[in-house]
């Protein structure tokens, strides 16, 4: 069975700072691994995603993550944060081999102050 | 380019009352999912399709049934409403294959009381 775990419900940081939301999976095979934010009163936002390849993914609005098997992790991070990146944001892995559902994470609200 | 739509946005309905959640996609995507959103729990599966005419089940469908008779709509039906179905419903899409992200809707935000 595949699950995910986030294990900050939340996470504060200055302006300007760097931000790290955590992110640990487990599933049988290899992973795809996915990162989506979620804004007041919408729907999620697909970031970024890791396939195969670089362990290091550049999505959008200036967010990466690093995906590191050893340690079954697929960490969010952003070298600076902006107060406009305050949001929920939801990690979600699902199997690489035939159809497989997401799974999401719980969620991790990131709150950026000024 | 309008990508998922969900209506209604908001809903109230009473205990045992029944309605129908729309959401429709205009990406041509194959495969569509209905998720419920409760605080501190994630997004669970209840129901997806792989196509026109095929749909399964998925994490959490008791209470709740689909239809899907065109690539574009999967409208999602609560019969006999009960206030543990009070929650946020969210609508996606996505193509085909399995690395594919999912585009969601803004959702639909229903009480039962």
């Known amino acids: 069975a595949q699950s995910v775990a986030q294990p900050e419900d939340q996470v504060n940081v200055a302006e300007g700072n760097p931000l790290t939301v955590k992110c640990t999976y487990s599933?049988?095979?290899?992973?795809?691994l996915f990162w989506y934010v979620q804004y007041p009163n919408r729907g999620l936002q697909f970031l970024l995603k890791?396939?195969?390849?670089?362990?290091l993914v550049k999505g959008s609005y200036g967010f990466e993550a690093e995906f590191n098997k050893s340690q079954t992790s697929f960490h969010l991070k952003k070298p600076s944060a902006l107060v406009s990146d305050s949001a929920l944001y939801f990690c979600a892995v699902r199997a690489n081999t035939g159809f497989q559902k997401l799974v999401f994470g719980t969620g991790t609200r990131l709150l950026v102050s000024p | 380019n309008a990508g998922v739509t969900q209506t209604p946005k908001f809903r109230i309905l009473k205990i045992g009352q029944s309605m129908t959640l729309q959401c429709a996609q205009d990406m041509n995507h194959n495969y569509m999912y209905w998720y419920r959103q409760d605080p501190g729990m994630g997004l669970k599966l209840i129901y997806y399709s792989v196509g026109a005419g095929i749909t399964d089940k998925g994490e959490v469908p008791n209470g709740y049934n689909v239809s899907r008779s065109t690539t574009e709509d999967f409208p999602l039906r609560l019969e006999l409403a009960a206030p543990s179905q009070t929650s946020v419903y969210f609508c996606?899409?996505?193509?085909?294959?399995?690395?594919?992200?999912?585009?969601f809707g803004d959702g639909t935000r229903l009480s039962i009381l």
């Open positions: 599933v049988s095979g290899n992973p795809y």
């Open positions: 996606a899409s996505s193509r085909q294959a399995s690395n594919q992200p999912q585009h």
């Open positions: 890791y396939i195969t390849g670089d362990n």
